[in-house]
């Protein structure tokens, strides 16, 4: 227990330097300095700055993992929508209690070590492979429209990371009303509903122009 204690200290006080300085500009030095250790102690947790950080990156996805959760249908079980709402609450709230980690995915300088942007850029493709996961999963559940999911999958990512930069960088504390907003982009978009009706017959029927007629 108390080895596993050290390791956890040590890769606490990697996120915060990592946060505050980036991953380019710590170094080993910088992380035993603040833990509070031996170099000596240091190796024997992790082989290098790298190795540490792509453990810290674990987390994440694990965490992620853990909060988005496979939608359920059946009796007793909570509407697919208020599903949805508890899977954002528990991301934005992971986010929200671990800013270091978030600023650290956000702010990663990439083209100065060609090594660790390809396992950045696979954090984010594993994370992408979830959303596409649960949009594959919500079309064979009739919840979701046909459509290109990978695709839609990167917009999704997108729109959420901005989102959590927004959120991380302005320490915003309540995420009720921004889980509902979200929410209601991903189910609705932006479009008034009677026009996402009158696109629906203009498909329907071939028509070009949907709009009202005007005497």
Known sequence: MERQARREQVLRHAKRIFARKGYHR????????????????????????????????????????HRIQRLRVGAGEPEPVEQLRTNLRRVLSFVLAERELTDILLNHSMGFDRELDLRIDGFYEKVTDQIQRSLDLGIQMNLVRTCNTRAVAY??????????????????RDIGPLVEEILDFGLRGVAQPELLAGLRRANETGRVSFSPEID
């Open 26 to 65: 710590t170094n080993v030095a910088d992380i035993i300095s603040h833990a509070r250790i031996a170099r000596g102690t240091f190796y024997l947790y992790f082989q290098n700055k790298r190795d540490l950080f792509e453990e810290l990156l674990e987390q994440v996805l694990g965490e992620m993992r």
């Open 155 to 172: 917009c999704i990512l997108g729109g959420i990371k901005e989102v959590v930069g927004q959120l991380s960088r302005h320490r915003r």
